[in-house]
């Protein structure tokens, strides 16, 4: 089925292959990431767009299958099929969008100094006190 081969390659590797040059960006030029908020963008389009580009096949293929066993001739299935596809195309759309996302990010972590960037975020925390809370002051048994 070729939702599954999306699942495997699209999916798995792409989700890795992403994290890893995000983590591999901040390492390699010794700085935090433009965005926290970009990189968060280019995690849920992916998981959308491939959640639905996944969906999508899947269901594409059930219908193409069904009708096979049928004997409904091939021609006849393409105004079946047309939905899902414009479906595919639109969450495969979001899969690319995610990259340019990410690109953006990675580009502006190059060119900017993410250093201040974060130093001036960290000193807004921690002028309003609203620093992360930890498990021990959480629970107040």
């Given amino acids: 089925m070729v939702a599954h081969a999306h699942l495997a390659l699209l999916g798995a590797f792409t989700f890795v292959g992403m994290g890893f040059i995000e983590y591999a960006f901040s390492r390699i030029y010794g700085k935090p990431i433009y965005s926290r908020a970009l990189s968060e963008w280019t995690y849920w ?68 100094d993410t250093r201040a960037l974060a130093l001036r975020e960290f000193e807004q925390v921690a002028r309003s006190g609203a620093g992360p809370q930890t498990a021990q002051e959480g629970s107040h048994a």
């Fill in 45 to 112: 389009l992916i998981l959308v767009g491939f959640s639905g580009f996944f969906w999508s096949l899947t269901i594409a293929g059930f219908i193409q299958g069904q009708a096979f066993l049928q004997g409904v001739p091939e021609i006849n299935l393409i105004a079946w099929l047309r939905p899902w596809y414009i479906a595919r195309a639109a969450f495969g759309g979001m899969i690319v969008l995610s990259g340019i996302v990410q690109m953006y990010n990675l580009w502006q972590t190059v060119r900017q």
